[in-house]
């Protein structure tokens, strides 16, 4: 990653170290606190990173035009940027949102995935698997800010974050697709689906690779929230407040204790996913179901 964590922190007073204390030992904290805040920027091609370490909130901003889809650079910012805030002790919540117009991500790039041989297929899985590994098993609270539509590997963000807030656009989809492209969701994805919507929707969902327009999403429970566009970050930013107003360690715990079936099995079958999906992506007849996707994508707008 081309990023350099840029530390411009202003300490302009002792009120902000002890806000910045606040943040750090997890105890409840009025906020909005704008005054005399310290950030930290990191920025690479594709996602920038920014922490308030007054508040202990960092915006991640995905920023890859068109359309956020999620190549191995990508992937790759991604793991590194949340390994950093993992580790960081400034940082307990994780906003993540998007800085191209309409879309959150498109999900995964589908350019990874066609024309490929079965190591670059392995490469990439893996790396899919990271990311969602990374964010499902965060330590952080997360909040989904879906400012746009977030198909496939868009929705995978939002449903392995704690909570999701969707633009109020009944242009903007969400859902896993991956049966319309010719490819099946991964277990884990599954299951994280599962536990958002229950085994019967999810079920449906899958089988029908139903993309669901906000306020569907919002009926069946697959965003908890919608809002204005314009008050999807501030309502992300509120709904924050509320959630650290929990200790961390007792939210941390409850929240691995919730996770933990998923993240075993996860574990445990990581590397057959991992062989599955490479025999299976390099399959003629998937790579003609994903050449056909393409082509359709690319009609779209002739
Ligand atoms: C049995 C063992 C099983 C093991 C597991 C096996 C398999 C699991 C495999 C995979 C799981 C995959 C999950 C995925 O994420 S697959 C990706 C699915 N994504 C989609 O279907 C979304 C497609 N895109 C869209 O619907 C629209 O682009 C979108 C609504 C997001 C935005 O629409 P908009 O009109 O603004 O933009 P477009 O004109 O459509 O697109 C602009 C530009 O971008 C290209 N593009 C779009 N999406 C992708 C993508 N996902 N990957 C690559 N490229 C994409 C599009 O083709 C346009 O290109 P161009 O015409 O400008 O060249």
Known sequence: ????????????????SSLAACARNGTACAFPCHAFRHRNSSTSSKIRVDLDSSTG??????????????????????AISMEKLELDKNCRGLILTSAVPKVFSAGLD???????????ATVFWRAV?????????????????VNGSSPAGGCLLALSSDYRIMADNPRYVIGLNEAQVGIVAP???KDNMVQTLGHRQTEKSLQLAQLYSAPDALKIGL???LVPEEKVLSTATETMAKWFSIPDHSRQITK????????????????????NFANFVTKDSIQKSLGTYLAKLKKKKA
């Not at 698997?129 to 800010?145: C, D, G, P, R």
């Not at 079936?261 to 996860?266: E, H, S």
């Open 57 to 78: 909130v960092a915006v991640m901003t995905l920023q890859g035009p068109p359309v956020n889809s999620m190549c191995m650079d990508f992937l790759t910012d991604f």
């Open 129 to 145: 698997q990271e990311m969602w590994f990374k964010l499902y098993s965060s330590n952080m609270v997360t909040i989904a800010a």
């Open 1 to 16: 990653m081309a990023s350099v964590l840029r530390h411009s922190a202003k300490f302009t007073s002792g009120i902000s």
């Open 187 to 189: 277990f884990w994805l």
């Open 223 to 225: 965003v908890d929230k």
């Open 110 to 120: 589908i350019m990874e995935m066609y024309g490929k041989g079965p190591e670059h």
């Open 256 to 275: 691995s204790m919730m996770r933990k079936q998923t993240i075993d099995k996860f574990l445990s079958n990581r590397e057959t996913d991992i062989n």
